[in-house]
């Protein structure tokens, strides 16, 4: 079986999956050029001692646009997913060295829309930092894609992501289900350059750093689908 085939059985049957040496070293240092020069006084940046995060990145960044959607990424997009998937939220966040925060176990149930506007079968609704979210129909979730671009070499020492391998078939869990889960999980090292490719309803956490080193990810949410009108995606974006 060819190496993109593999990756997308993977995706299908697992959730995930991890793609190495997606981006070049000067690739990747010239993104953390620009995220290190960055006035981080917008709205949309967050900054404190445990967390350095940016909502709709790419928004916030277009001049990485043409680094980021280099031809390997396009590449892994078009021969794992298809023509039709576009841009629907981007969010860049670094776990320092002075952070050791745990994220529990959960799935991936909202998506960013530009407005609050009542729809049937989406709800609840949240809002951060002006950033309107809400969970849709389940449908939705099951078709979009999460790309996570690692700009660390990133393993269970500093936070990587703990992922169970074909959770995202059973759909939605109930919060009492969650902790029934009995596998014993598996943790998504990525190496600095490469990407995680994973499905939103896939169960997963991350653990608090132990080595001190950082964990800087861009993460990437893609769709094929429109939402219902007059609802919109925040981040509409062709590539």
């Known amino acids: 079986m060819e190496v993109a085939s593999v990756h997308k059985a993977d995706v299908a049957e697992k959730g995930f999956t991890v793609v190495d ?15 290190e020069a960055a006035d981080t006084s917008g709205t949309t940046f967050r900054k404190t001692g445990d967390l350095f995060a940016v909502r709709q990145f790419l928004k916030e960044f277009p001049e990485l646009q043409d680094i980021i959607f280099n031809i390997k990424l396009k590449n892994i997009i078009r021969s794992l997913f298809g023509e039709n998937y576009f841009v629907v939220k981007s969010i860049y966040f670094d776990k320092p060295p002075a952070s050791n925060w745990y994220v529990a176990c959960h799935q991936d149930l909202t998506i960013s829309v530009k407005e ?11 809002k951060k930092q002006g950033q309107f979210a809400v969970q849709p129909p389940v449908e939705i979730l099951e078709n979009i894609i999460t790309i996570r671009l690692h700009l660390d070499n990133t393993n269970e020492a500093n936070g990587a992501l703990k992922v169970f391998p074909g959770s995202h078939l059973n759909k939605i869990y109930r919060p009492e289900n969650i902790n029934r889960i009995k596998e014993p999980g598996e943790f998504c090292n990525v190496k600095k350059g490469g990407i995680m490719i994973m499905k939103p309803l896939l169960m997963h956490s991350s653990g608090r750093t132990q080595n001190k080193e950082r964990r800087r990810v861009i993460h990437i949410e893609f769709s094929s689908v429109s939402l219902p009108e007059p609802l919109q995606w925040a981040e509409q974006m062709f590539y």
Do not use: C, K, M, Q
């Open 116 to 126: 609050r506007i009542e729809t049937n079968g989406y709800g609840p609704w949240t």
């Open 21 to 35: 040496d997606v981006y070049s070293a000067e690739e990747i240092a010239a993104v953390i050029a620009a995220i």
